[in-house]
């Protein structure tokens, strides 16, 4: 997690197939857990989906910015600072 010029730069793993939405934080990455299948998409839309529920933001400030096909990706977080974004990840209503 790091603060970039546009927003916050996070690096998480997709883990589709999930049976429970959730977010999990570790000092490598953010694992996001969805429901959905790893086609056409729907997992990038879920997760995205589940980490802005989970940083309470809209999707809409949210962007993949590289991974787009891969379960390891950079997303971008627009409108929230660095500390916020944190405190808001190890919370535990995440699960």
Do not use: F
Not at 1 to 12: A, D, R, T, V
Not at 35 to 49: I, L, T, W
């Amino acid at each position: 997690m790091k603060q970039s010029k546009e927003g916050i730069l996070l690096n998480i793993r997709a883990h589709p197939g999930s049976s429970r939405k959730k977010v999990e934080t570790s000092s490598q990455r953010i694992d996001v857990y969805v429901n959905s299948p790893p086609e056409k998409g729907k997992a990038n839309k879920e997760a995205m989906n589940v980490l802005a529920n989970a940083l309470a933001i809209p999707v809409s400030s949210i962007e993949i910015v590289r991974g787009e096909k891969s379960r390891d990706k950079t997303v971008l977080i627009k409108g929230l600072d660095l500390e916020n974004a944190k405190s808001r990840l190890e919370s535990p209503d995440n699960e």
